[in-house]
């Protein structure tokens, strides 16, 4: 035999309700048939002793013999009535014989009932008939059941058709009660499953709700605020391993193409091939940089460097860079307090980086990155002599594709500014504009120790 599986909540606490339901109807249905068989067997012996009552006033008893008055037109004795005086029959009802025995067998007897077997529904009740203090005789009267029986079979039948009946009602309502309770929640899940794909930034808001669907729906919201910062995360990633990877893989492009179209010197090629693993070793450690970040952002160890390995760093990659553009790279070396920062090299190269790409990209002549303790932190600030952050709001800098340009028409990506934020933000640290000696850009990197 199959077990039948209930799979969603809506039917266990239907067939729940059911049984609950079903057995208090039971339990009702029981008790209230018990206690009609009770009233109606209460009410049989009430009319059995009646009728012996009624039957006495017929008898009496003169010189120690027990007689009937004799009263033809008296319906008393019409009945299923006798009288015995010891075991001697004074007065007999009709009958058959199996009942006139029975009737027999309670002479003598007091207060006594007796039902008939075989299903015969009758029942007989002997009642003394005392004289001088003593029992002289006896009254035996009989009932029929019949009518008793037949109503406690029919309420039989109806309170168990009446409990069936409730049981159903029961489950309908219950079915449809939890039905309509739970379509909300229903609607709301699919709400919440298709917004999560196609529309990740719509919520369900304030909108007035019961309490615990208000509960819901706020949990749905913070739900849907983490899938939506998730998909804002992987396009940010997206993003920002698109604009830091490019620079490194353009170069190794362009040195392939280059050994590719024409023999080149063994020096040269030597100067490629140096060039293309400097490259990769870059792309390498800009994916490392990243993990760092979310490791960072998770609440990770940032881990320690040393802060004057890490800027000769920065002016051995960078200093080349910025020379082809014209720009001279000065780098102040910082003080012994200022020796360690808490964020990873690589960290601090990725933070620092996209600000000197900026500076480069803007300055005249030359950049220069000095260092000072600043709220219990080191702070890495870095000038240029260019025409400094154009526009009214210079914070629109550190948006994702905001691309602000000067009068040169010099333009960024939109994307390095805001990542050295980020990762600065994501090491308890962070990177702001403030305002420089002279014309040119001031950036400052702020880093904990």
């Known amino acids: 035999m199959r077990r039948v599986r209930l799979h969603t909540l809506r039917d266990r606490l239907t067939v729940l309700a059911v049984l609950v339901a079903a057995i208090a109807i039971g339990v009702l249905t029981v008790t209230f048939n018990l ?11 009430s009319r059995l002793r009646t009728a012996a009552a009624a039957a006495s006033t017929t008898v009496s008893v003169r010189d120690g013999r027990v007689g009937v008055a004799d009263a033809p037109n008296d319906s008393v004795l019409d009945g299923k009535v006798w009288v015995f005086q010891g075991a001697r029959l004074v007065e007999r009802a009709s009958g058959d014989p199996e009942l006139q025995r029975s009737a027999a067998a309670l002479a003598g007897q007091a207060g006594v009932f ?21 029992q002289v005789g006896t009254i035996v009267v009989a009932l029929s059941l019949a009518a008793y029986d037949r109503t406690t079979d029919l309420a039989g039948v109806a ?47 304030s909108e007035l709700r019961p309490d615990e669907l208000g509960d819901l729906a706020r949990t749905f919201d913070a739900l849907l605020d983490r899938v939506a ?22 170069r190794i492009v ?34 490392e940089t990243l993990m760092a970040a979310a ?33 001279r ?30 500076a480069g990209r803007f300055a005249r002549t030359r950049v220069t990155i000095t260092t000072v303790d600043r709220d219990g932190g080191v702070a890495i600030v870095v000038d240029d002599d260019g025409p400094g952050v154009g526009g009214d709001d210079p914070e629109r800098a550190f948006e994702p594709g905001v691309q602000l340009a000067d009068d040169n028409g010099h333009r960024g990506s939109g994307l390095g500014l805001p990542l050295a934020r980020r990762l600065a933000r994501a090491a308890h640290g962070d990177v702001r504009v403030e305002d420089g000696p002279g014309d040119g850009a001031r950036f400052v990197i702020e880093l904990p120790r």
């Open 35 to 45: 206690l009609l068989a009770g009233s109606l067997d209460h009410d049989a012996r």
């Open 114 to 134: 007796d039902d008939l077997p075989n299903d015969r529904q009758i029942r007989l009740y002997a009642a003394p008939v005392r004289a001088g203090g003593r």
């Open 159 to 205: 309170s168990v058709a009446l409990a069936a009946i409730l049981i159903l009602a029961v489950l309908l309502l219950t079915r449809v009660t939890i039905g309509r309770a739970f379509a909300p929640v229903l609607e709301m899940t699919r709400a919440a499953a298709e917004w999560s794909e196609n529309e990740p930034e719509r919520r369900f808001g």
């Open 229 to 250: 910062a998730g998909l804002r995360h992987e396009q940010r990633l997206s993003a920002e391993l698109s604009h830091e990877l490019r620079t490194p893989l353009s």
């Open 254 to 287: 362009a040195e392939v193409e280059l050994l590719q179209r024409r023999d080149r010197p063994l020096d040269e090629r030597q100067q490629a091939y140096t060039s293309i693993a400097r490259s990769a070793e870059q792309m390498s450690a800009i994916l």
């Open 295 to 327: 490791r960072a952002e998770a609440g990770l160890d940032r881990g320690r460097c040393s802060l004057p390995a890490a800027l000769a760093e920065l002016r051995a990659t960078w200093a080349p860079v910025l020379l082809e553009r014209g720009v």
């Open 329 to 358: 790279l000065q780098v102040a070396p910082p003080r012994t307090a200022q020796a360690h920062v808490g964020v990873d090299a690589e960290v601090v190269a990725r933070i620092v980086a996209p600000v000197l790409d900026n």
